[in-house]
């Protein structure tokens, strides 16, 4: 047998080790398949809001009563209302209560007006990178895009997913775009439709809170640890059909650490830009960009979450702390998950959750609500309206804008979560705009519904 010259054996093993480095993260087009969709929380004020607090908290952060009083005070942000229920529950210490506080995006149901609320939509871009910083590529083959056409293998393509192709589509969808709903008298936001129906007769006939969208510049996420991000190609080589990112690196990506905000991060950056405004529902936009959790790819996919990113004041708006209020949102390509998670899914769900709940229970008083457990057995205490029906078998409904059907999802009504019976919603629902996706309230639940 002739004998390779050790040269030869060493060009070939370090051949063979950078197939292998190009290779690294690659993932079938079909691993999102036998995935559950689900959608997370992350902290009051983002990742940084610990060592931020003390920096920017105004002192005067109180709890209100009132119906029409916006909340929290002291507070340049968001315009809301807020009111109260009486249900008896368990509080998140242990003990048992009775009133319960909520804050909601707009002016109250009693309101006979349109308010109108800016919504910038930053689209992202992510740029998969290598360890120093320059552009990753991979090299098409058999094994990273076996449905390529023989045209198509061998190409070198550049590990970057670019949110162009979708926004149009997105700009489009129910969230911004105007149709028929039963709650309402005229065409409207999907969003409003389903706040009108959750309050029912109290809301007045011309109630109204919409949306007036505004793409701003697209800002991109760089990725330099391997590690912590996987993709799979197009079916025609092309970069991506999914990314999938490390939850904990992307947070850290996308919220800014410093108080006041640099442009470090892309949250940052766009404040920094002045494309978003604490008076905003900010939308980070990221097509077919998916996260995992404990530093593992098998456990996904979070598909959007909402929150805020608070900054200290200045003398422009008289040195009131400043909570930006945001969603990160993907866009879902048909066919990546099955049970009705389709391009806006996940975008109605968190505007859905930013209107009922702007502010995730920061305060531990406001949008806290009597534990509550939905039909596979999550556990929640927050007004998460999006939550309780992303479990179902199918939690979306169809509406059709133009010739393009879309998907956003059906979201809990108020009185589910005040545990009320009968409900004083649209129709005497707990769901909208599928009424018949909840049919009943949770049983009462102990201490993290854990038995009674």
Known sequence: MKKFAPWFLFVLLVSLSAFAEDEKGVLPSSFLAGMHPRYTHIAPGGPYAKQKEAMTRASNLVGNFSSST??????????????????????LDGTHRDLWQYSMVGRGPSFN???????????????????????????????????????????????????????????????????????????????????????????????HTLLLPSLKKGLTMALTDDSTYSFALNDNGSCCAFVLVDANIFNNELFPPTAPADNST?????????????????????????????????????????????????ARNGNRTKFYVMNYSSWISPGLFGGGFEDVTAHSHEVAEIFNDPFIGFDNIHNITPFWLDSAGQCQDLMEVGDVIEDLSNPSVPVKMGRFTYHPQTVAELPWFEFKSPSFALNDSYSYPNENALTALSAPQALNCNGQ
Not at 73 to 83: E, R, S
Not at 303 to 311: A, K, M, N, P, T
Request: aromatic residues 10%; charged residues 20%.
């Open 113 to 207: 007006g349109t308010t109108v609320i800016n919504a910038p939509v930053i689209p992202v871009t992510i740029s998969m990178l290598n360890a120093d910083g320059s552009p990753r590529f991979i090299v098409t083959n058999r094994k990273n895009c076996p449905n390529c056409k023989p045209g198509e293998l061998g190409k070198k393509v550049r590990l970057i997913s670019r949110p162009e192709p979708f926004i149009t589509r997105f700009l489009n969808s129910p969230v911004f775009g105007l149709s028929r709903y039963s709650s309402s008298p005229v065409r409207t936001q999907i969003v409003d439709a389903e706040q009108r129906a959750e309050f029912g007769s109290r809301a007045a006939r011309n109630w």
């Open 266 to 314: 892309v949250m940052g950056a766009a404040e920094v830009n002045g494309d978003i405004t604490p008076k905003d529902i900010a939308t980070f936009f990221f097509p077919n960009v998916y996260l995992y959790k404990n530093g593992n790819v098998n456990d996904c996919c979070t598909l959007g979450f909402h929150s805020f990113d608070e900054e200290p004041g200045d």
């Open 70 to 91: 916006a909340f929290p005070h002291g507070v340049d942000t968001l315009i809301n209302f807020t009111g109260s229920f009486r249900a008896h529950g368990v509080y």
